[in-house]
């Protein structure tokens, strides 16, 4: 009788068993590729949540916008609720540029007497600005706020 048949086969004190160890090394080897996994994909997600590094070279810059504030609300977005009652005006908008350069807490500081026309602003301006975010006096990425006026104009 050899060794490894008089001992028990189950329980916490089992012994393993030479031969019928493939199985669960693979098992092992498959989780801890999951996991490796998990881990790369958690460090991508943090990195991107990070500001921006600071750089002394761009002190005491404010906030730039990366494309024209003309490309944020075009003739194409005209509310159609707004078309259809010849609704048009100035809309006048005040919002955050935050330290990854895009724009939040958009407020209408001035109305255009068209619901419709001032939420559509505020909407396309969060969804479409992006800057270059300001800088303080040691280069660090901060908050900043802009104003701009937008005009709604129906086409003839």
């Known amino acids: 009788m050899r060794l490894d048949e008089r001992l028990p086969d189950r329980g916490p004190g089992a012994p393993v068993r030479p031969g019928n160890d493939l199985a669960q090394l693979l098992t092992l080897i498959g989780a801890l590729a999951a996991i490796a996994a998990i881990w790369a994909v958690v460090m991508l997600v943090q990195s991107a949540l990070q500001p921006p590094p600071n750089d002394p070279r761009l002190a005491n810059n404010p906030a730039q916008s990366v494309e024209s504030p003309a490309t944020w609300v075009t003739p194409d977005d005209y509310p159609p609720s707004a078309r259809r ?49 300001a800088r303080d006096a040691a280069g660090q990425a901060v908050e900043s706020s802009k104003t701009l006026r937008f005009r709604w104009m129906l086409e003839d």
């Open 85 to 133: 009652r010849n609704e048009e005006g100035a809309v006048g908008v005040t919002f955050t540029v935050d330290v990854w350069g895009r724009a939040t807490r958009c407020t209408v500081t001035v109305s255009s007497n068209s619901d419709a026309l001032d939420e559509a602003t505020c909407a396309l301006i969060e969804r479409r600005a992006r800057y270059t975010p």
